[in-house]
């Protein structure tokens, strides 16, 4: 399998529920990243993750939890949650955070996520 | 802090015709600039990128971006639209001095009529 997969595509919860979003890359990458993309918003950047470290949490919430265990996954853990975070949420992955790179992302398909 | 803005949250073309989609960017130092395209239900794929090496950049699609220093710009074109071109685009820059941050534009749905 290549590029960059998250599961599942779709995820419907409600609001006292716990789920979470995995995803995984096949790149040989060393950094991640969680966007969120709702609805006439620009994309907005929750996560960065370099070498396995947090290196960026832009102001989200708790409810949102994100997990790097490696290089290759990362997950964003979701307990209650509220009806405004129905959005479609997008792993990214890059060569590396910084150096020589162009900074280049490569996505995943998303994860579709609904909260009832 | 870089940023972009594309012009026109909408745009809508006929089968055959020229396709441009405005992008300018805002930056204190040489950027890196990107063209992102999203079909319906799928996450984001790169059309083509800009890295300081020659200013006229083709992509997949047949699409090609120009980079115009002293308009701050980088505007997406295409000389025939296809159907299959209807899509969101996302102009991006990204700092290379600055870790290399990527700021998305608003992006532009474009629409391609029969």
């Known amino acids: 399998e290549t590029g960059v997969t998250q599961t599942p595509r779709h995820l419907v919860m409600g609001m006292t529920n716990k789920k979470s979003l995995k995803c995984e890359q096949h790149?040989?990458?060393?950094?991640m990243y969680w966007y969120k993309q709702s609805a006439k918003k620009p994309l907005e950047l929750m996560f960065v993750?370099?070498?396995?470290?947090?290196?960026e949490n832009n102001s989200v919430p708790s409810r949102f939890s994100p997990e790097c265990p490696n290089s290759s996954h990362l997950f964003l853990h979701l307990h209650t949650l509220q009806p405004e975070d129905s959005a479609l949420y997008l792993c990214a992955s890059s060569q590396d955070k910084g150096g020589i790179d162009t900074g280049e992302l490569f996505f995943g398909e998303g994860s579709r996520l609904t909260v009832l | 802090a870089q940023s972009v803005t594309q012009l026109g949250s909408h745009v809508s073309v006929s089968e055959g015709a020229l396709v441009l989609l405005r992008c300018n960017y805002s930056s204190s130092v040489p950027p890196y600039l990107f063209w992102y395209v999203q079909y319906p239900n799928q996450g984001l794929q790169l059309l083509l990128k800009y890295t300081s090496a020659a200013t006229l950049v083709k992509g997949i699609n047949g699409f090609e971006a120009e980079f115009k220093k002293s308009e701050t710009s980088f505007h997406l074109t295409k000389p025939s639209a296809h159907m299959s071109d209807a899509a969101e685009y996302f102009c991006?820059?990204?700092?290379?001095?600055?870790?290399?941050?990527?700021?998305f534009g608003a992006g532009t749905r474009l629409t391609v009529k029969p």
């Open positions: 790149l040989g990458h060393n950094a």
């Open positions: 991006a820059v990204s700092d290379p001095y600055n870790n290399n941050d990527m700021r």
């Open positions: 993750y370099s070498l396995e470290e947090r290196v």
